[in-house]
């Protein structure tokens, strides 16, 4: 050993000064907690107002979990279940499949994983309503589409090509096959917040999951249990069930499950239904039934209470029976066999159909008429299922000249397959349904068809696909347009309508916007036919004076009781003259309940 | 060419691979026969330096009968990944340990033979591994009832009477909350 300075021994402590200003890879202090993996699966949160209690997350859970509840505050309405999701802590396993099945994307999980109390009850709680807490962290959740579990594409349904559509009344969509139908059934969760948007209550889950199973008959007898006219439902209801469907949320409404199109595939899976069904209706008993009218609420009411027992006959003005679903409804959407085979089957349980009776006050003129005195006295309760049959008019100068006709009636003769007159350019005036299936109409009959509506595109009642097809076959949309005159020539013919443009203002209420004439743009476009399909309303001149006085009709329409009764006894009344929907299913309802209306009526309950 | 498809071209040349395919960029799959999977490793560790050893797992194909072991392994040089996929069967689910080849496959395969009930030859230690006094069927096979299990063994909950289907409550609740 040396005695020589020990430099490095001297200086080497003090290297460790480089350190100095350094992040130190020791624990910090004061302690900071370590962040949660982003993706980590913690409590519940869940967003009360976009969550529609479909139920999914509870469904899925392996461990029931999740129980569906009522909350405070949370009504069900169309669309909503008005239940929430209930959380278990003793049973969760964080697996958030749960999660992954949320239509809405409103069940997450949050990185918050520590809870401690001494009482195990407190590990109940729901989600969205006690701690809210933890919606500060969000962790897992399924907001793209990647994530979710729900098969969230239609399949697709084929239809005939525009150019081929025009030139035909056969069918243009073709239906599902068997294989489509099974994976489009494969895509329902079942939860069944459809039902809550459907006004006749039909068992949609339960169909659909036979479909699934191939149980095609099964089926068909779960729909006919609240519904007589199910392949017409099948092929032009208004389809409220779909728009409400919990995949619209994630998906659109174009790729909600095709309840229609399912619907459609079970009926059309049988010939006919007598064999299916094989109802064995209840013996006679003695009490009878009248029917004003054989449209969707009208059949309704005849065929279900024949299946009680009642006797049942159907007073039709029409040659055949089935309402406007036959008179109005153009035959590619919904073919004459079709409905046959459907009237085929409500006749077979013993319901009968008199077409061609009119209805009438006063005393029959013909062997065709029947006096409505009559039919109170002779039938216990009398059923007006009587629809709409007016036209409405445009109440704009030149609306008498020739050539100058009402949708209705135009429809009905084709339908009926009567001759119709029309030139080579017309012009259709709304923005319903009727409208649509007018302009769809005369394009098969190669007319040059523009249709003038008041309102916007999105404003339009009619059905997006409706509209979507009909510009497909060409018809020219000319929207915030408003007749104001029909102009006739030197014969008294129709030679062109003048119209004016329109700007939309919003309402300062807050209603939707309303369109205003804007000053002096008018235009003339020429045009051989002018066609208002504007609405329809109920004809009550075949009721006697007192009876009208006595309904107390209101806005056009007879006001009834929750059994279906109107202001006079034993009159009970539904279909579009009663509700303010004026669709299929909603008459479809009426009917069903004026069934059990009647019959509580008549047995006395 | 990336070095993934070169190497998806060497193992279509050497072993008989089906499905072979990259699910995502950086991860090459292929399916060999059981006798394979041996060779196909010890190709990717020994020889192109898949080094890292990432996991082992099983998939349940009730419908085939079959199980699926998964081998994913890592190249730490080349940032790739590559899954090695065998199919056995399902009734006599048994394969060889692969244990002497990367250490952690051990713990893999015990896990595996708890949840799956597979059989692994020639591994030194196949004993319970998380679940205690299990006597059931294996419980990540895919037709084991968790439900059926669940209720059987852990008691309901106080406050847990209320509860509703909303398909059942849609059906009576609806019309009530219709005529207000």
Redesign the interface.
């Known amino acids: 050993m040396g005695w020589g300075i020990d430099l490095k021994g001297i200086v080497s402590p003090f290297t460790a000064l480089k350190y100095l200003g350094k992040h130190p890879h020791t624990v910090r202090y004061p302690y900071e907690k370590k962040k949660t993996a982003k993706r980590y699966r913690g409590f519940h949160i869940n967003d009360l107002e976009k969550c529609v209690?479909?139920?999914n997350c509870?469904k899925i859970c392996?461990?029931?979990t999740i129980?569906?509840?009522?909350v405070e505050g949370i009504?069900?309405?169309t669309g909503d279940?008005?239940?929430r999701p209930?959380v278990?802590y003793?049973?969760c396993c964080w697996c958030a499949l749960c999660v992954d099945v949320c239509p809405t994307g409103s069940l997450k999980l949050s990185t918050d994983y520590v809870y401690v109390d001494e009482d195990?009850?407190s590990?109940?709680y729901i989600p969205g309503l006690e701690r809210k807490e933890y919606e500060k962290n969000v962790g897992w959740t399924c907001e793209t589409d990647l994530d979710s579990l729900l098969d969230l594409e239609r399949v697709e349904m084929k239809i005939m090509p525009p150019d081929e559509r025009v030139k035909t009344f056969a069918e243009a969509v073709y239906g599902y096959t068997v294989e489509e139908a099974k994976r489009e059934a494969e895509r329902c969760t079942?939860?069944?917040?459809c039902?809550?948007a459907c006004p006749d209550?039909m068992h949609i889950?339960d169909y659909i999951k036979a479909i699934r199973d191939g149980q095609f008959d099964e089926s068909v007898r779960i729909i006919y249990d609240n519904n007589p006219l199910p392949e017409m439902c099948g092929k032009v209801c208004t389809r409220r069930c779909e728009f409400n469907c919990i995949m619209t949320h994630r998906a659109g409404k174009e790729n909600a499950i095709a309840i229609r199109w399912l619907k459609r595939f079970a009926c059309e899976q049988f010939e006919s239904y007598e064999e299916v069904l094989n109802l064995q209706p209840q013996p006679l008993n003695g009490k009878k039934v009248a029917i004003v009218g054989g449209g969707p609420s009208g059949l309704t009411v005849a065929y279900y209470l024949r299946l009680k027992g009642y006797e049942t006959v159907v007073f039709e003005e029409m040659p055949k029976a089935g309402g406007m679903t036959m008179a109005g409804i153009p035959k590619y959407r919904f073919p004459i066999p079709s409905l046959d085979k459907q009237l085929n089957h409500i006749k077979s349980v013993g319901v009968e159909i008199r077409e061609n009776t009119k209805v009438v006050k006063g005393e029959p003129k013909s062997n065709n008429e029947v006096s409505f005195e009559k039919l109170k006295e002779e039938f216990d309760a009398v059923f007006l299922g009587i629809g709409l049959t007016q036209p409405m008019k445009l109440g704009v100068e030149g609306e008498d000249l020739e050539g100058s006709i009402q949708a209705l009636p135009l429809l009905k003769a084709v339908n009926f397959g009567e001759k119709i007159n029309v030139g080579q350019k017309a012009v259709v005036i709304g923005g319903g349904n009727v409208a649509m299936d007018c302009v769809r109409v005369l394009r098969r009959f190669g007319v040059d068809v523009t249709l003038s509506y008041r309102r916007r595109e999105v404003d339009m009642p009619a059905d997006n696909e409706e509209i979507h097809e009909a510009k497909e076959e060409g018809v020219v949309f000319r929207t915030q347009t408003i007749p104001v005159e029909i102009i006739g020539d030197e014969n008294g013919k129709v030679k062109a309508i003048k119209i004016q443009r329109a700007e939309m203002v919003p309402d300062p209420k807050g209603g939707r916007p309303r369109p205003v004439p804007i000053e002096g743009a008018y235009e003339v476009w020429e045009c051989d036919n002018v066609i208002a399909a504007i609405g329809q309303k109920a004809d009550y001149s075949f009721l006697p004076d007192d009876i009208v006085e006595k309904l107390d009709l209101q806005w056009g329409k007879i006001p009834v009781n929750?059994r279906g009764m109107t202001k006079v006894e034993g009159i009970f009344a539904g279909g579009d003259a009663v509700n303010w929907t004026a669709d299929a299913i909603s008459a479809i309802a009426d009917g069903l309940k004026a069934v059990k209306g009647i019959d509580e009526y008549l047995s006395g309950k | 060419m990336s070095y993934l498809e070169e190497l998806k071209v060497k193992i279509e040349n050497m072993f008989s691979p089906e499905k072979c395919y990259f699910p995502k960029e950086n991860l090459l799959s292929f399916l060999v026969s059981n006798s394979e999977v041996r060779g196909a490793l010890s190709y990717l560790k020994d020889v192109e330096g898949f080094k890292h050893f990432v996991m082992l797992s099983c998939v349940d194909w009730l419908e085939e009968g079959k199980f699926e072991l998964v081998y994913i392994v890592w190249h730490p040089e080349k940032k790739v990944n590559a899954m090695v996929k065998t199919k056995i069967d399902r009734e006599k689910a048994e394969f060889q340990s692969l244990h002497d080849m990367w250490r952690q496959i051990c713990t893999y395969e015990r896990e595996i033979w708890e949840m799956f009930g597979v059989n692994f030859i020639g591994h030194p230690r196949l004993e319970p591994f998380i679940l205690e006094d299990w006597k059931d069927m294996p419980p990540m096979r895919r037709d084991f009832d968790?439900?059926h299990y669940?209720?059987e063994h852990?008691e309901w909950?106080?406050?847990?009477e209320?509860?509703?289907?909303?398909?059942?409550?849609?059906?009576e609740?609806?019309?009530e909350?219709r005529?207000k």
């Open positions: 209690g479909c139920g509870a392996m461990n029931e129980d569906m509840v009522k009504e069900p309405k279940s008005g239940l209930k278990d003793g049973r195990p009850n590990f109940l079942g939860c069944g917040v039902i809550s209550r889950p929750e | 968790t439900l669940v209720n852990y909950r106080e406050g847990r209320e509860s509703y289907k909303p398909r059942d409550y849609i059906g609740a609806f019309d909350w005529k």
